[in-house]
């Protein structure tokens, strides 16, 4: 299960370590460029960026940062439709950080949108229960 809300310029996607996959939002509704259109997913906390990249009707993962071999998708038809989000599976919490969804024509690059991704360990999610069970156990105790 993972959830995404929008800050000013920023998406927020929060998931849990080991879940099947999380989806990272990016939708265009401009005039996408028929010759040499590319869409590039790109992590910005990398030495090697590169994360996933689609060009014409392919992915081209020759330069793809080797951390996501075989765990990033983009839907087939995305430069038809605009939607370039990207699914990631068996997210890790290395994978944390700071994600930049864009399109270029050969001439132009444009990004389109910033996306924080927050893994979140399996530890933290029980230390958070335990306090909010040590939280509600005082209160009952405590009225």
């Known amino acids: 299960?993972?959830?995404?809300?929008?800050?000013?310029?920023?998406?927020?996607?929060?998931?849990?370590?080991?879940?099947?996959?999380?989806?990272?939002?990016?939708?265009?509704?401009?005039?996408?460029?028929?010759?040499?259109?590319?869409?590039?997913?790109?992590?910005?906390?990398?030495?090697?960026?590169?994360?996933?990249?689609?060009?014409?009707?392919?992915?081209?993962?020759?330069e793809q940062n080797q951390g996501y071999s075989g765990r990033t998708s983009m839907r087939p038809d995305a430069l038809n439709t605009g939607n370039f989000s990207l699914t990631l599976r068996k997210p890790q919490l290395t994978d944390s950080g700071n994600y930049t969804c864009s399109i270029s024509d050969g001439i132009e690059e444009r990004r389109l949108i910033d996306i924080q991704l927050q893994v979140k360990g399996q530890t933290q999610t029980q230390i958070f229960a335990v306090l909010i069970g040590q939280k509600s156990s005082l209160l009952l105790h405590y009225p």
């Open 1 to 62: 299960v993972y959830q995404f809300s929008q800050h000013a310029l920023a998406v927020v996607v929060e998931v849990n370590e080991g879940a099947e996959s999380v989806l990272l939002p990016c939708e265009f509704s401009g005039l996408i460029p028929e010759n040499d259109s590319t869409v590039m997913w790109t992590h910005e906390d990398l030495y090697n960026k590169s994360v996933h990249l689609r060009r014409k009707e392919e992915d081209n993962l020759g």
